[in-house]
Structure formats: C-alpha cells, structure tokens
C-alpha cells in the first residue's frame, strides 16, 4: 500500500476554493488506484503536530507528501499556521515530496532531499493563478505529474515531462483563443517554476509499505 498525505489550506482566504479545488482533482483520480491510500488534513487542521503524527503513524514512513497551500523559499503555511519548515523537514525522509507552493523548492526543497527525502516535486519562484474560470486547468496542470506517477510504473521523472507536454498541449489549445493570453502567460509562468529534486527513477513501487 501507498500511503499519501494531502494538506490543503481550504481556509485560506484568498485562494481556499483552488485549494479545495486542487485536492478534489488528486483526490478523484487517486481514489480509484487500488494500491493507494490517501490521508487528507484540511486547513484549520494543517498544523506541524497533525501532521507529524500522521506521519507517525506509518510503520515503514515510506510515503507521499502534497502540500498545496501557500509558501516562502523554506515554508508551507497556511493563514493560521506553518506546518512544514526547516525544523521539521526530518520527518520526510523515505518521502516523495509534491508542492504547488510558491517558491519552496529555493530552500526547502533542496533541504529535503539532503535530509533523506527521495524526490521533491515544486515551484522555485511564485506563481499565480488569477482566472477563477480556469482554476480546472491551472490544477490539472500542476497536478498531472504526481497523478501520473501514481497510476503508472513510470519513474518520477518520466511523470514530471509528461506534464510539461502536458501543459504544452493546454497552452497550445489557449493559444488558439486569443482572449484568454493572461491565462496562457500565467500557465507558462507555473510549467517553467517546476522542478525536480533527488532520485529522479524513483517509482511508485519504492513507496509501498510491505
């Protein structure tokens, strides 16, 4: 089994409904995959202690991590709390770390994977997400990678350029519209802050807990 811990800020309240949004699009998809497991934690629930029990709970600690909220170069947060920083980022060691958190691949990524985290998944500068309409396709974007890894035996990085071709294939469609250029700008604006930190062959079958 597969275990994936999912902490959304859906009491954030400026962007609460494309967080809510985001983890119903991961949810749906994962649900269905029989050898995963998902654990959610929602906003006023997104606290460092939550989170580290869950954690805890792991026998092996082999897991999956999303964030999906706001962040700074070495923290996710929420509008009540910090729930993973540079104090407790040793309790994602074994972990597949996966973030649509602005800018938190330029610290806490890197310190990630020197801590024992396998892959990090993330953005390394801030991104926006304006176009409430558009919020289906800004998270399916953001979203294809970590999906993708999941319902397949690719490795992390076979995933990871599968969404970039995958945003391609949706900035290419609005490319055709040109009443929607702010979208499109902003779709290339979050493909080109994705990156991918450590073991780029991991595969799904390295986080299974026997």
Do not use: P
Not at 98 to 103: F, L
Not at 105 to 125: P, R
Not at 154 to 177: A, C, G
């Amino acid at each position: 089994m597969i275990n994936i811990i999912i902490a959304y800020d859906d009491n954030d309240s400026e962007l609460g409904d494309y967080f809510e949004i985001s983890f119903n699009d991961i949810n749906n998809t994962l649900s269905k995959i029989d050898d995963v497991k998902v654990k959610s934690i929602r906003g006023l629930d997104c606290t460092e202690d939550n989170v580290v029990e869950m954690i805890d709970s792991f026998e092996e600690r082999l897991f999956g991590f999303v964030g999906l909220s706001h962040g700074i170069d070495s923290q996710l947060i929420t509008d009540n709390d910090v729930y993973v920083d540079m104090d407790n980022l040793s309790h994602f060691n074994k972990s597949l770390f996966y973030s649509t958190a602005c800018s938190s691949a330029v610290k806490l990524g890197k310190e990630l994977i020197k801590n024992g985290c396998h892959s990090y998944v993330g953005f390394n500068q801030v991104t926006h997400a304006t176009y409430e309409d558009f919020y289906d396709i800004y998270t399916k974007c953001e979203n294809y990678c970590l999906k993708d890894f999941l319902n397949s035996n690719n490795t992390i990085e076979e995933s990871f350029n599968n969404m970039l071709v995958y945003f391609d294939e949706q900035i290419h469609l609005l490319d055709d519209e040109s009443d929607e250029i702010l979208v499109l700008m902003e779709l290339m604006e979050i493909r080109d802050s994705f990156v991918l930190y450590g073991n780029k062959g991991l595969t799904k079958l390295d986080l299974i807990e026997s």
